[in-house]
DNA sequence: AAGTGTGAAGTGCTTCACAGCA
DNA sequence: TGCTGTGAAGCACTTCACACTT
């Protein structure tokens, strides 16, 4: 089809195509990297140049950037205004993005300090906790509120997002009090599953887990180094970015025949 | 080949099969779930019980167990206690794994307290940073030391996991020094890239880009609430874990023609 | 000549459905 | 009978290779 690109009405005539999720999250990184390529003064890219900061496949990051429209050049590469101006559209960065923060213990009060969020279009603009030492002090400038009050206060500041990073037990409490307040995208820090409805989106950040499966690799690397009886064999390689899919030798002390079934 | 389940001589003889990466993700999770259950007093679960809480098909999970061997029981589950056991090893978590964290400034500083850590098998050992004011304080009993005191003291702790909690351009420099120490296992919370060797694990978390990926469903919903000139239709359903593969209407204010090219 | 956009092939994860064991 | 273990089918993402544009 190859459409000539064309300046963008922004939220005019709204159209829809389908974005395999994976590539959502790349395009957030490539909208980072673009942002510093744009501070640094460049004016294009090419996809090669742009796959090499990002650690990823060329032919996937076109594919990738595909799915948002044709706004490269051909024989040239992209405009990176251009580019990142249509990467913050498709994220919905063009609108302001209200986060409330549940939890302002130890994570919690980090997140809620991390610069990294409103410098780039997340503003936090309620903190919550139950604890009587917390409720009341201010954090960044932000009075922390009684979990109580998140529905009103939700419903008041338009927050579109919520983060919980309060301890496992209350996480689905704080949940369903978001959910209640029309909260449909959440970020949970809790170690627990949470239940929601089919319209509310939750992203998880497990950190136990990211340590937990660093150590299967650490064990598999120990039986990598002390080869005794093993068998598999996936001698891929690139550099640990990538993010192709891979399956490991795992370190096994019992069962036996290994063919398949 | 369903081999008869047997004692593990832990690091006997071992052998290796294979486990998709997805699924290690996802034993770690089962893993702190039956740690949850067996509190409880639990002696069994089946599939579905387990499938339930952590927000797994049923049959996804059992595969995910069937990788690390058959432990369950026909007709009645799994044995709580002997499949955690099994998880633990296949984990890595009966070695205990030295976990050295750089950067103890906002998020870093939080990190260092986290209880999940080493409440779980990951002792923080061993912290740096490169602020003065940092550096010879102590956090949690641990000393901050200087990030030039990298490779002796992670080599001289043992160290086999490092995490990355610094500002994004002294990212890379520190995690060449982690590398030069020996750890080949990085968690990296710094928004860049890491370039490193082949034989070294990089997991990344990357809260921006958590946000990014949660308002681009925001816009999407967005869209949803008001179906304009829409055409996409994934009419899914599910309650926001079962992590089942999807790909999500976009919407775009620009371009055209629809089809395929 | 250079680099994008993309059909098609490749690969691996997910889900189904059922044989088989307790 | 109930539930595990798993072959096979289904599906989505990744990668290749090249037509096409500038």
New binding site residues.
């Given amino acids: ?5 064309q300046a963008d009405p922004d939220d005019g005539a709204v159209r829809s195509r ?6 959502v999250a ?1 395009l957030a990184l490539y909208l980072r990297v673009l942002g510093e390529l744009a501070e640094q003064g460049a004016e ?7 796959a090499g900061v990002t650690g ?12 948002i ?10 405009e990176v205004s251009s580019l990142l101006h249509q990467l913050e559209r498709v994220l919905g960065l063009n609108h302001r993005q209200a986060v409330a923060l549940v939890g302002v213990g130890n994570l919690g009060h980090a997140l809620a300090g991390y610069t990294g969020f409103g410098g780039r279009g997340f503003p936090v603009t309620a903190l919550f906790d139950v604890d009587p030492d917390l409720v009341g002090i201010h954090i960044n400038g932000i009075l922390v509120e009684h979990v109580d009050a998140i529905p009103s206060v939700c419903a008041a500041r338009g927050v579109t997002i919520g983060m919980i990073a309060t301890p496992g037990p209350a996480a689905q409490g704080v949940c369903d009090l978001l959910v209640e307040s029309g909260v449909r995208c959440i970020l949970n820090f809790a170690p627990v599953v949470l239940q929601v409805p089919d319209e509310v989106e939750v992203r998880k950040v497990d950190l136990a887990v990211e340590l937990q499966v660093l150590a299967f690799h650490v064990a598999r690397r120990h039986v990598a180094e002390h080869p005794q009886a093993v068998a598999g064999g ?1 001698g ?1 390689g ?1 550099n640990g970015h ?6 490991f030798p795992l370190v096994d002390g019992a069962s036996a025949s290994e063919g ?2």
Same sequence: chains 1, 2.
């Fill in positions: 089809m190859t459409v000539p690109p389908t974005i395999p999720e994976a590539s790349r294009t890219v090419s996809s090669e140049e742009l990823v496949n060329p032919a996937k990051l076109r594919k990738d950037l595909s799915y429209g044709s706004y490269g050049i051909r024989g040239v590469g992209y996936n891929h690139r990538g993010s192709a899919v891979r399956t398949r079934a």
